[in-house]
Nanobody, 125 residues
């Protein structure tokens, strides 16, 4: 499974940005997908996750109400729509896939099997 994240860039505080993560594999619709981020000098942290059907999502408290995770199984793609961005959202964002049929969308990075290369998001104040 290969994951390709894109959509990062520089945005002003308060603005929106949408990240995409395209996945290879014929069974994408079975994968649980997640987004994580790592800010400079900080540990990796969970952002959001979505179940295989899209019916269940989970968000970190820091992004709840501002970020929305969604997926299009026909396009093998998961999205992270980010709104009301803050300077503290500046980080490298990574998508991840869990491919063993987990029945929920976890926030534990150890549950994920494959990782994308990351896309950089910079929010200027």
């Amino acid at each position: 499974v290969q994951l390709q994240a894109s959509g990062g860039g520089v945005v002003q505080a308060g603005g929106p940005l949408r990240l995409s993560c395209a996945a290879s594999g014929r069974t994408f619709s079975n994968y649980v997908m997640g987004w994580f981020r790592r800010a400079p000098g900080k540990e990796r942290e969970f952002v959001a996750s979505i179940s295989w059907s899209g019916g269940s999502t989970l968000y970190a408290d820091s992004v709840k109400g501002r970020f929305t995770i969604s997926r299009d199984n026909a396009k093998n793609t998961v999205y992270l729509q980010m709104a009301s961005l803050k300077p503290e959202d500046t980080a490298d964002y990574y998508c991840a896939a869990e491919v063993h049929g987990l029945g929920y969308a976890p926030n534990d990075p150890r549950k994920y099997d494959y990782w994308g290369q990351g896309t950089q998001v910079t929010v200027s104040s």
